[in-house]
């Protein structure tokens, strides 16, 4: 194969003496140029040893003329691993023997920050009045000595405003919040799990007081009676435990699980949390506020008989009123041309979706 470094190499070493050393080089790891299809995707590479990886880099890639942009290609322990130049100093030049690497390191959880507040919630009170302590807590932790928030689990239905609570939660508060979709936790290789469990906890740790949001908590902490179908079920479950055992001794990390099925969920898990907090569908009230909220931020004037709607949502979560109703009918008033969502829109959004659900029933009990 012919490697891009390689055709880099060669191009400038006429002008070799002109051409100006890299102090530093930035690589970000991206992977193999290509994949088979179906196979899941290479882990990205780390090192352990800094130095060590200086002198490999050195040896392989001293003399390529780089600039920003360009990949180089790992030649001998993972022949065609590319790594993208994601920095040099200065902006272009050669490696040479004294140039500094830096390997960059997608991280495993971010700390998030998004626009979402209290206020925005329509009902799920007691959650709202948890957040509220907790946010005391990371506050003030003195304040609560050994009794400080520690595993909570919310769960209830799709869509109703679990993550936007811990959303709404990581904005008021100045405190390291770590959401996780624990489902990114699962690795390709038997053992990645477990790490990475204890990886994301040792983070939270390290930079507390903070909240770990694990969202999909059953994906990792799943009854260990489904060993029989996922061989590492056992091993994430115990990495777990450990880890929920652990915050009770170590001072500031509010743990906070979220589930749709807390039913799954391996019961010594499940025992850990000092507190479960259900996410109800909304009531006839809450959802008559949902859709108030929402209809002022839709781009068009919406002209609908709103306890219409609301008598007509039994069962309709805060996702379903905004995504099934409201930006469906926004499409459909755009699709036609409309200057505004029309009750008849509505109408018809509303019968399609019964119909939908009635002709779905059935399925449910074969
Ligand atoms: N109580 C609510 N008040 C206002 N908006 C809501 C409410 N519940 C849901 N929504 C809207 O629905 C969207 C989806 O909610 P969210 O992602 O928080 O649900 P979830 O409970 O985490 O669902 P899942 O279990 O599928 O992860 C929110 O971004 C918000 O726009
Ligand atoms: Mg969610």
Redesign the pocket.
């Known amino acids: 194969m012919q490697h891009l470094s390689s055709s880099i190499r060669e191009k400038p070493e006429t002008k070799r003496s002109r051409v100006q050393s890299l102090s530093v080089v930035e690589l970000q790891p991206s992977g193999y140029p290509f994949r088979i299809a179906g196979e899941d995707s290479p882990i990205a590479l780390l090192t352990d040893d800094v130095e060590l990886f200086q002198a490999y880099a050195r040896e392989q890639w001293a003399g390529i003329y780089i600039k920003k942009g360009d990949y180089l290609f790992d030649q001998l322990v993972f022949p065609d691993f590319a790594f993208k130049v994601s920095d040099t100093h200065p902006n272009q030049g050669r490696i040479s023997f004294s140039t500094r690497f830096i390997l960059k390191r997608k991280p495993l959880i971010q700390e998030k920050r998004l626009k ?1 507040h209290f206020s ?5 009170s007691e959650a709202k009045n948890k957040c509220l302590i907790i946010k005391k807590y990371l506050e003030k932790p003195e304040a609560f000595g050994d009794w400080a928030p520690r595993n909570i689990l ?1 769960y ?10 811990a ?1 709404a939660l990581a904005n008021e508060t100045n405190a390291p919040f770590y959401l996780v979709k624990s489902t990114d936790l699962i690795g390709v290789n038997v053992g990645d799990a477990s790490r990475r469990v204890h990886q994301i906890f040792k983070i939270a740790s390290d930079n507390a007081p903070s909240v770990l949001y694990l ?2 908590i059953d994906a990792i902490g799943l009854d260990r009676s489904f060993q029989n179908i996922r061989g590492d079920v056992s091993e994430i479950v115990s990495a777990l435990l450990g880890e929920m055992d652990g915050l009770s001794a170590n001072f500031g990390v509010v743990c906070i699980g ?3 099925n807390p039913v799954i969920i391996d019961k010594a898990i499940r025992s850990r949390f000092e507190e479960e907090i259900e ?1 109800k569908l ?1 009531s006839m009230e ?1 959802r008559e506020q ?1 859709l108030r ?2 209809i002022k931020k839709v781009p068009m004037p919406v002209k609908a008989d709103l306890k219409k709607i609301v008598k007509e949502t039994e069962g309709f ?3 379903d ?3 099934k109703i409201l930006k469906a009918a926004l499409h459909k008033a755009i699709l036609q041309d409309e200057k505004c969502v029309t009750q008849e829109i509505i109408d018809s959004i509303l019968s399609q979706l019964n119909e939908k659900s009635s002709k779905e029933k059935p399925r449910m009990f074969t």
């Open positions: 979402v925005d919630i329509v009902g799920q919310f209830g239905s799709p869509g109703t405003g679990k993550t936007m609570v959303q969202d999909e979220a589930t749709n996410f909304p809450d949902i909220l929402y979560s805060g996702r009123l905004k995504d």
